[in-house]
């Protein structure tokens, strides 16, 4: 005999689940059509349609934030991503977001990054987590777009070029997106603040040396975990 009890649990339980992941899957959709748009449209630049994808994925975390999602579904769609990153430098599943014309793992750190910031903080202090992935996504992405187009005094370190104009978006951006979520949460005060600086010089730094696309992992981590070790000491 069934229990009408628990099918009337586990229906709930589907029916909270929906919307928030239909809302998800199609957003990341839409993007996944915008990076196949602009990679038609923009041939000679695959890397704008790339960093435009980055940003985008990256805000996800917000949607995700904003639904209330739990840490498991959010985590079990970062191994999944990261599988079909791996399968992906074999096959090429979507090129627009790949082919980028040099080896890198970028997309497989970001995966990871988002699932071991999940993990750790989602539950109680879902901040941090928020602020490590939206640090890469814009600081990044923006460090890339900028230092692309105006990036007119490079510097070196060992065989990574970068650009003075680059890092500068990176800092900016890391600073304006720590700032706006931990003053949200935390309030508008001097610790905000510094702590928002520091994040930024730190997140910088850690872009600077991305070989491989190991900022991807690196970024979002070290924003993340200081962000909660500094807010505990301050």
């Not at 600081?139 to 070196?156: E, K, L, N, P, T």
């Not at 304006?176 to 508008?188: D, F, Q, R, W, Y």
């Amino acid at each position: 005999m069934s229990n009408p009890e628990l099918s009337f649990s586990v229906n709930s339980i589907l029916l909270n689940l929906a919307f928030p992941l239909g809302a998800i899957f199609a957003y990341l959709a839409m993007l996944v059509i915008l990076a196949e748009v602009l990679s038609r449209i923009l041939t000679e630049d695959p890397e704008l349609t790339r960093k435009v994808v980055h940003i985008g994925s990256g805000n996800v975390i917000l949607l995700a934030w904003w639904l209330d999602i739990s840490s498991s579904v959010i985590v079990s769609a970062a191994i999944i991503a990261a599988a079909i990153a791996v399968i992906s430098y074999i096959i090429p599943i979507l090129p627009s977001i790949e082919s980028v014309g040099r080896k890198s793992f970028g997309t497989l750190f970001y995966a990871i990054s988002m699932g071991i910031l999940t993990a750790c903080f989602w539950q109680n202090s879902p901040q941090y987590a928020v602020i490590g992935i939206l640090v890469m996504a814009w600081g990044d992405g923006m460090a890339a777009i900028i230092g692309q187009r105006f990036g007119q005094h490079q510097y070196q370190i060992g065989q990574i070029t970068k650009s003075w104009e680059g890092s500068l978006a990176m800092a900016v951006a890391a600073f304006i997106v720590t700032g706006a979520i931990l003053g949200l949460v935390e309030g508008n005060n001097w610790q905000t603040w510094t702590i928002s600086l520091v994040v930024a010089l730190v997140s910088t730094i850690a872009e600077a040396f991305s070989k491989l696309g190991i900022d991807n992992l690196t970024v979002p981590l070290a924003s993340g975990f200081l962000c909660f070790f500094a807010v505990q000491a301050l």
